[in-house]
């Protein structure tokens, strides 16, 4: 399990249907905000993207970039990041190999049914490509204002 000072593993996703790819890599130099959600279009995780969403200005002052990952597919988060007018990307996960890297799958439960399942998590990754902070079995409400928290208290330990 990845902890607290571990060099974020880097990884490569295919994002959209014209072949265009988000590498990790090409991103560190910069604050990584990375997400994993369980599902597009459930009321929960609409709750979250919209949060991230509507303080995206407040991130971009600690010169952090949001990346949301799930396991569905690049058609629904299409639709998704378009319904909700969202202004970050979200990468698609459809063989939960990046899920698997951050472990961040474990077994839930629904209708008495038990399955693995994403949980929900943040990791915080600093400009050298190390994770500085984890949210485990995200809480939806005032998240977003717990990640730019610790945004401040990084910026200031600088």
């Not at 049914?113 to 990791?123: D, E, H, L």
Request: with cysteine; aromatic share 10%; net charge neutral.
């Amino acid at each position: 399990m990845l902890e607290i000072g571990n060099i974020a593993p880097l990884f490569c996703a295919r994002i959209d249907e014209n072949n265009k790819e988000y590498n990790l890599k090409d991103y560190i130099g910069s604050w990584i905000i990375l997400y994993f959600y369980p599902k597009d279009h459930t009321s929960g995780c609409t709750k979250e993207a919209c949060n991230f969403r509507d303080n995206m200005a407040r991130i971009a002052n600690y010169n952090a970039l949001v990346f949301g990952i799930s396991p569905d597919s690049i058609l629904s988060h299409n639709k998704f990041k378009d319904k909700l007018n969202l202004n970050f990307t979200l990468i698609p996960d459809p063989n939960k190999e990046i899920c698997s890297q951050y472990g961040v799958l474990g077994t839930k439960q629904m209708f008495g049914k038990s399955y693995i399942g994403v949980i929900r998590t943040t990791f915080l990754i600093n400009p050298e490509g190390k994770i500085v902070n984890i949210w485990r079995k995200v809480k939806v409400d005032g998240h977003v204002d717990d990640v730019i928290a610790k945004l401040e208290e990084c910026k200031n330990n600088d």
